[in-house]
Structures are given as structure tokens and as C-alpha cells.
């Protein structure tokens, strides 16, 4: 279970759903161009965000996985992926760099991101709701795996 930040090149007057409904998986080829070419300013920025962060190179594109923060990045022209684990009282210090990254990304890319844990736009006037949202989660997910398991039926 992690939170994940969604990217997408949306149309004039389209919302995300109508632009996830119809998406096939593949971006078009003049958006996949826009990736290619902000690839080496993005794996700039987002490493400077991420400074201690191991960086694997892939076939057109990288992956960038921080071990302090939890942070996954992925970034090619076929697409971008950004997501954390949840742990409760980690949210104040994640999120704010989840938005940081996906923010720098959608400034670099002309993608918009979208948090669809609070179903809108990843914005600074969202963040605190962002954080609101995480933590309830990482609370309930946490409750779950505390509750004491009960032992199966027996069969007769």
C-alpha cells in the first residue's frame, strides 16, 4: 500500500478521470518527445531533492529510490511513477517532498500531477489536507496489521 502521485498531458477542458478513462497506457508520440527531452533537467532536480538517493540508470529513462524518506521516482519517456510507503508520523516529512518532486517534474515536463488520495491537483494549497489524508491511512493500515489475528475454524 503506498501514495502515489499520478502524471498526465491532459487535453483543454478535460478532468483526470475522463483523461485515465480514456487513456491507453501509452503516451503519444509528441508527449513521449517532451519526456525524452526534459529527461536529464528532471533526473537533475529530482536528485537534488533527493540527495542521498541511489540513482539506476534504465533502457531510456532512470529510477531513483531514497531509503531515508521511502521515496520511489521513476521517469522515462513512457511514463512517471512517484509513490511512498505509509507509516504513521511520516507524513509530515514525505509528503511535502512528494509534492516538491512532483511539482519540479510537472514544471520541467508540462505534466500536470495528480493526488488521487485527495482526488485533486498537487498543489501547495493541497498539501495539508495531503498530509491529513496520509497519516489517516497510515494509521488505519497500521491498525490492521496490529489487530490480533483469529485462528481459522476448526473443521468438522
Not at 47 to 64: K, N, Y
Not at 98 to 107: C, G, K, L, N, P
Not at 130 to 154: C, D, G, K, Q
Request: aromatic share 10%.
Amino acid at each position: 500500500m503506498s501514495y502515489d502521485v499520478n502524471f498526465w498531458f491532459p487535453q483543454p477542458g478535460q478532468s483526470f478521470d475522463e483523461w485515465a478513462e480514456a487513456f491507453d497506457g501509452t503516451y503519444p508520440s509528441v508527449e513521449r518527445q517532451r519526456l525524452r527531452d526534459a529527461l536529464g533537467e528532471v533526473r537533475t532536480q529530482v536528485s537534488s531533492l533527493l540527495p542521498d538517493a541511489g540513482v539506476v540508470e534504465q533502457d531510456d529513462g532512470f529510477a531513483i529510490d531514497d531509503d531515508e524518506s521511502a521515496i520511489s521516482f521513476g521517469y522515462s519517456p513512457s511514463g512517471v511513477s512517484l509513490s511512498c510507503p505509509y507509516r504513521h508520523g511520516a507524513g509530515a516529512s514525505r509528503i511535502p517532498l512528494v509534492y516538491d518532486i512532483a511539482t519540479t517534474v510537472a514544471s520541467l515536463t508540462g505534466l500536470e500531477a495528480w493526488d488521487p488520495q485527495t482526488d485533486s491537483p498537487v498543489e501547495p494549497s493541497n498539501l495539508s489536507m495531503a498530509v491529513e489524508v496520509y497519516e489517516r491511512t497510515a494509521r488505519f493500515a497500521e491498525s490492521l496489521i496490529s489487530r490480533p489475528h483469529l485462528p481459522a475454524p476448526e473443521r468438522q
